[in-house]
């Protein structure tokens, strides 16, 4: 799989009374999969951070399709759908690795900030970065 998908399996603690993944954990694997998505193409989170540049979420959404259990292996499809170098928004498809049956679709959005929180273009402090994301940038 390319640098677009996140594969896991499902942990018990996070499933909930019913046997299945409680919704907050949709949410939890949007965000793994777009840190290990940017840090494949260049955009390593970390170091963002240690330059002072914090990436707080701005929106969050799930649709819940189809129950994911204890023990199920999926992955997560992540689609870098808008950039102007302040926001950046991403789709997310959780799929089933056994058949490609959708689970879950969502969003999330996310701007750039400083160690003030005050809003950063980071295109104009950190053009490589930038660039790395406009690179990857799916029109939908």
């Not at 799930?62 to 759908?81: G, M, N, Q, S, T």
Request: hydrophobic share 35%; with cysteine; glycine share 4%.
């Amino acid at each position: 799989m390319d640098n677009k998908y996140y594969v896991r399996k499902v942990n018990y603690y996070e499933t909930d009374r019913m046997g299945i993944v409680h919704h907050s954990n949709h949410i939890r694997y949007f965000e793994e999969a777009r840190i290990n998505f940017m840090n494949k193409i260049g955009c390593d989170v970390m170091e963002l951070e240690n330059k002072g540049v914090i990436i707080p979420n701005v929106d969050a959404y799930a649709k819940y399709i189809k129950p994911i259990r204890f023990d199920d292996d999926i992955y997560i499809e992540v689609k870098l759908v808008k950039f102007n170098g302040a926001l950046m928004e991403y789709n997310y498809t959780i799929r089933f690795c056994s058949d490609d049956t959708i689970a879950a679709t969502g969003h999330t959005a996310h701007c750039f900030v400083g160690e003030d929180f005050k809003p950063i273009t980071i295109r104009k402090k950190y053009p490589d970065f930038g660039n790395r994301l406009i690179s990857v940038l799916t029109k939908e």
